[in-house]
């Protein structure tokens, strides 16, 4: 071999063996941003085509409802497809999901969701054997959900990271997460209001691989002037500050995304519930995730 020959090979194994091809870093980024029409819900009841156009002109490739405002399955299926959105989740009251459960999956067929989510137990509800009723109450309702081809979800808010008189010291997060079926239930956690109870999003991505198929993604910071402590939020967890559109505020989305894999996270939705401009808040929260790479 030529002396230039062996030197060549020999830098091109050395490179080789310091970035194999296994270890090569791939960047994620996504695809398909959502939002969750809570964020727009003042506008909604004034123009729901209209506000669900602009959303789609702002970007966004999925919605997420959270109330039909007197419309038809048929009716908000028409106006997503119209508007080449897709809407594969929706919010639902707890008492939707005790009480109206079936025509409630039908309807979810016909919209297209894939995902149905109760995002709120009342603070009435908020005791041991509360909590004891509602993953009951869950686990009855995901199996049903799962037999109709939907996924049953839980969101959070901050209320839930606090421990339980009457479980054992649990936290209600994990009360939850340890005593429902993961297959008849999993999680839509809300990025922000686990962060602002100091609790990690991926130490519960790693614990529980794969239980988080949705995420809500709004960032908030801390401001000593807030004037709203966001208290049936967040409960006893103490909180000075106040929600800011996505990357305005102090959350490491890069940290937290990165995992998403792990997490199982297949939808992310923009959600803002204090927007003082919706529709500047939805372009702002949009910009900064399509450019997004971790």
């Known amino acids: 071999m030529k002396r230039r020959t062996f030197i ?4 091109a194994a050395a490179l080789y063996a310091s970035h194999p091809l296994w270890a090569v870093e791939t960047t994620h980024e996504i695809k398909r941003v959502g939002l ?28 997420e409802f959270a109330g039909y405002f007197d419309h038809t399955p048929e009716q908000v299926r028409g106006v997503v497809d ?17 009480n109206k459960w079936p025509e409630t999956l039908e309807a979810a067929h016909v919209i297209g969701h894939k995902y149905l989510v109760c995002p709120w137990i009342d603070e009435k509800q ?9 993953t009951e109450l869950f686990n ?29 010291g649990k936290l209600a997060y994990d009360y939850l997460l340890e005593e429902t079926n993961p297959k008849y239930v ?29 995420v809500h993604v709004k960032d908030y910071v801390y401001d000593p002037n807030a004037t709203s402590s966001y208290a049936g939020a967040t409960g006893s967890v103490v909180f000075k500050g106040r929600l800011e559109d996505v990357g305005k505020g102090t959350i490491d989305w890069k940290r ?15 959600e803002n519930d204090d927007a003082k401009n919706p529709f500047e808040d939805i ?6 995730l399509a450019a997004l790479r971790f």
């Open 126 to 134: 908020r005791t041991a054997d509360g909590w004891k009723r509602a």
């Open 283 to 288: 372009k702002i929260s949009y910009d900064y």
């Open 140 to 168: 009855k309702a995901g199996e049903a959900s799962e037999k109709a081809g939907i996924q049953f979800c839980f969101h959070n808010h901050s209320y839930e990271f606090a421990p339980v008189e009457g479980l054992g």
């Open 256 to 270: 937290i995304l990165s995992h998403s894999d792990t997490a199982g996270i297949k939808h992310y939705f923009v």
């Open 36 to 63: 969750q029409l809570y964020t727009v819900r003042s506008e909604m009841p004034k123009d729901f085509d209209g506000t669900i156009a602009k959303v789609a002109e702002t970007g966004y490739k999925e919605v």
């Open 186 to 214: 999993k999680m839509e956690m809300d990025l922000c209001w686990i962060s602002v109870a100091k609790k990690d999003p991926v130490a519960y991505f790693k614990k529980y691989p794969g239980r988080f198929p949705l």
């Open 8 to 11: 060549e090979t020999s830098v």
């Open 82 to 98: 119209k508007n080449g959105l897709t809407a594969p989740s929706a919010h639902f009251a707890y008492d939707i999901v005790a």
